[in-house]
């Protein structure tokens, strides 16, 4: 018999790395970065709480993209807390892929592409 919880045993399994793409607009309107709204800075301290895997980038079309790994629920948790966005933000669109790119050992920022 297993001395973990269950939990315990969930946040030890990976589900398949996930990609994100949102896009967000400020309460001016203002979309990307320029917006001011910290997305990705956003992202980083919310994988990092979740203790994800991966990484985050912003895109020259003012879109934010990320990959996150870790247990199912963590992902899940991470999916919908970017479906909401920063507290500045007004999340206007989010897609999501199932992706098999390496997701890494840690959760950083890329650079913008």
Known sequence: ????????????????????????????????????VFYRNWTIDNANELGLKGWVRNRRDGSVEA?????????????????????????TGLQVFPCTDDPGTAFECKPTV
């Open 1 to 36: 018999m297993s001395s973990l919880s269950s939990s315990q045993e969930s946040d030890n399994l990976t589900s398949p790395p996930l990609k994100l793409c949102a896009s967000a607009t400020g309460e001016s309107g203002d979309k990307g970065e320029g917006a001011g």
């Open 67 to 91: 990959l996150f790994s870790g247990s199912p629920e963590k992902v899940q948790e991470m999916e919908q807390r970017c479906r909401r966005g920063p507290p500045d933000a007004m999340v």
